[in-house]
């Protein structure tokens, strides 16, 4: 399993990024995906996911700033930020559960300047 997280960068408070996830090994189409963020000095947080039925769940953090889409002919999901906020600054990583393990890509650095 392989999940290569990009799109992060520094962006200024009330601004949008738009981060992707191309995912290979799995069957991509029926599986669920997970977004992740760790902030410096905190424990890692889950923020979204997205089932194979695209059925998303957003954090309460995030809900209503951040939609998360799946594009199953690509393997990649995507998370679209906006009315980002400095608190929203992390490593933000993507995740595949596949019965107990967990499968973790590289993740990328977004960080919100205010």
């Known amino acids: 399993v392989q999940l290569q997280a990009s799109g992060g960068g520094l962006v200024q408070a009330g601004g949008s990024l738009r981060l992707s996830c191309a995912a290979s090994?799995?069957?991509?189409?029926?599986?669920?995906l997970h977004w992740y963020r760790q902030a410096p000095g905190k424990q890692r947080e889950w923020v979204a996911h997205a089932t194979s039925y695209s059925t998303t769940k957003y954090a309460d953090s995030v809900q209503g700033r951040f939609t998360i889409s799946r594009d199953n002919a690509r393997n990649t999901v995507y998370l679209q930020m906006n009315s980002l906020k400095p608190e929203d600054t992390g490593v933000y990583y993507c995740?595949?559960?596949?019965?107990?393990?967990?499968?973790w890509g590289k993740g990328t650095q977004v960080t919100v300047s205010s």
């Open positions: 995740n595949y559960r596949r019965s107990s393990t967990d499968y």
């Open positions: 090994g799995i069957t991509f189409s029926i599986s669920t």
